[in-house]
């Protein structure tokens, strides 16, 4: 199997859209769509963007070998859920606001 059919598995095993999947990467639909078909090759910034937001394994991403999840970041996530999910509604509405919030100054802090 190919990078560009892994890239494919992994965004249907997060079950995303092309559209989501390219949005929380920053590149467009299109470029997402050519890569997955085969008509582009996934270069060394796309695959560390996708094992870097979505927790895909590198090795796996790139070879095929290992599991195609980094099993802390699942971990991480999943006690994440369950933290949130303890919380009143009105903390869990207080803690999505600070995502956000940190989200931005991520952002920001990237294109510095």
């Not at 890569?35 to 560390?48: D, F, K, P």
């Not at 999943?78 to 919380?87: A, H, K, S, V, W």
Request: a neutral charge; charged letters at 25%.
């Amino acid at each position: 199997m190919t990078v560009n059919k892994r890239i494919r598995q992994a965004r249907q095993a997060l079950n995303m859209t092309q559209t989501d999947f390219s949005k929380a990467i920053y590149v467009s639909n299109g470029y997402t769509a050519e890569i997955e078909n085969g008509h582009r090759a996934a270069n060394e910034r796309i695959i560390h963007l996708i094992c870097l937001t979505f927790g895909v394994s590198e090795q796996w991403l790139k070879t095929g070998e290992g599991e195609m999840f980094q099993t802390s970041t699942i971990e991480r996530k999943e006690r994440i859920l369950g933290l949130f999910d303890e919380l009143n509604p009105k903390f869990q509405e207080y803690a999505l606001t600070v995502i956000d919030q940190l989200i931005k100054l991520q952002n920001t802090k990237d294109k510095e």
